[in-house]
C-alpha cells in the first residue's frame, strides 16, 4: 500500500552540478506527473509522462531540464547545470490511467537547495 | 489558459470556529475545480473536487465548498475547525477537455487552528 516514494527528501547542490530527482508511482499506476513548487508559489505543472513516452512537456524550462519514466525502474528529473532560481520543493504524482476521474496522489517532495 | 486566486495567504482562527479560504479562478472553457490539502513537509492530498452535478461537495472530514459559476469562486469552508486542521490549503483548477491531467494552483492559504 505505498504510496508515491520520492527520493530523495531533501538535495543540496552547488552552482552547476547534476541534480536527479526519483519517483517510484503508487503499485498499478502508469502515469506520471511532475510539479514545481517555487517558494510561497502555487505548484505548476512541468511534465505528463506515461512509460517510455512524455505526453506532454510544456511546462518543462526549454533548456537543463529532462524528464524519463523508463519501462522498469522509477521516473527520474533530471536538472543540469543547476542555477540558485532551480532551488524549490519537486512533487511528483501519479495516476492509474488518464482523466481528471483518475485523480492524482502526490509524493512528499523533494527539497533541492543549490548553494 | 486558467488561472487560480486565492485571496487570503495566511488565515488564523480558534479552534471550533467557523472558517472560509477563498478561492477565485478565470478560464476561458470549463474547468473542474479542487482543493488539496498539505501538512508540513509531506505531499498535497486531494480534500475534495468538482466535477459536475451538484455545486456542493463534501469531504469526509467536514469541510465542503461551492461552485459558483456566475461568480467563479469555489470556496472551502468548515463550521467548526480542530487542530488537526492546521495545514495549507491549495485550490486547483483544470480544463475539463483533453488536458485535464494538468492542474494549475493557488498559492495556497495557511490555515493555523489556535486552542
Known amino acids: 500500500n505505498a504510496g508515491v516514494m520520492q527520493n530523495p527528501r531533501h538535495l543540496v547542490r552547488r552552482r552547476g552540478q547534476e541534480a536527479r530527482l526519483r519517483c517510484s508511482p503508487m503499485k498499478g499506476h502508469s502515469h506520471v506527473y511532475w510539479y514545481r513548487q517555487l517558494p510561497e508559489e502555487g505548484l505548476k505543472f512541468m511534465v505528463y509522462l506515461q512509460k517510455e513516452n512524455i505526453i506532454d512537456e510544456s511546462g518543462m524550462p526549454k533548456e537543463r531540464f529532462s524528464a524519463e519514466f523508463p519501462k522498469e525502474g522509477p521516473s527520474i528529473l533530471r536538472i543540469q547545470q543547476v542555477v540558485r532560481g532551480d532551488s524549490a520543493a519537486y512533487f511528483c504524482a501519479s495516476s492509474p490511467g488518464f482523466g481528471v476521474g483518475q485523480p492524482q496522489h502526490f509524493g512528499d517532495g523533494t527539497r533541492l537547495s543549490i548553494l | 489558459a486558467q488561472s487560480v486566486t486565492q485571496l487570503d495567504s495566511q488565515v488564523p482562527v480558534f479552534e471550533e470556529a467557523p472558517v472560509e479560504l477563498r478561492c477565485n479562478y478565470s478560464s476561458s472553457v470549463s474547468v473542474y475545480l479542487f482543493w488539496y490539502v498539505q501538512y508540513p513537509n509531506q505531499g498535497l492530498q486531494l480534500l475534495l473536487k468538482?466535477?459536475?452535478?451538484?455545486?456542493l461537495v463534501e469531504s469526509i472530514n467536514g469541510f465542503e465548498a461551492e461552485f459558483n459559476k456566475s461568480q467563479t469562486s469555489f470556496h472551502l469552508r468548515k463550521p467548526s475547525v480542530h487542530i488537526s486542521d492546521t495545514a495549507e490549503y491549495f485550490c486547483a483548477v483544470s480544463d475539463s477537455g483533453g488536458s485535464n491531467y494538468k492542474l494549475t494552483f493557488g498559492k495556497g492559504t495557511l490555515l493555523t487552528v489556535n486552542p
Open positions: 468538482y466535477l459536475s452535478g451538484s455545486t
